[in-house]
């Protein structure tokens, strides 16, 4: 069974930092990309990051400079470091795995809410 298992989410002000953590299980973890998405109430689900096992990094250019993806390959864990956040943040943030040879077999957490205020 599968299990992406999010965690580290919460309150912050504006300026501030959070750290996401994703916990997967149940997979052979260097076979997929680890991804991070968002959606904030009335938006749609969003890119923010992405990572390959061998460390490739995408970020949305509305992150770049600010966020940080990177993984574990030991501890299957991908990790998305928030610094200087801002309350266009504020979303509900998933944990993705996409294979990396079935680009249609993906995985998706139960999300954790990142809210920061002004």
């Known amino acids: 069974q599968v299990q992406l298992v999010e965690s580290g989410g919460g309150l912050v002000q504006a300026g501030g930092s959070l750290r996401l953590s994703c916990a997967a299980s149940?997979?052979?973890?260097?076979?997929?990309?680890m991804g991070w998405y968002r959606q904030a109430p009335g938006k749609q689900r969003e890119l923010v990051a992405s990572i390959t096992s061998g460390g490739t990094t995408y970020h949305a250019d509305s992150v770049k400079g600010r966020f940080t993806i990177s993984r574990d390959n030991a501890k299957n864990t991908v990790y998305l470091q928030m610094n200087s956040l801002e309350p266009e943040d504020t979303a509900v943030y998933y944990c993705?795995?996409?294979?990396?040879?079935?680009?249609?077999?993906?995985?998706w957490g139960q999300g954790t809410q990142v809210t920061v205020s002004p």
């Open positions: 993705n795995a996409r294979h990396r040879d079935a680009t249609t077999t993906m995985h």
């Open positions: 149940g997979i052979v973890f260097s076979l997929y990309i």
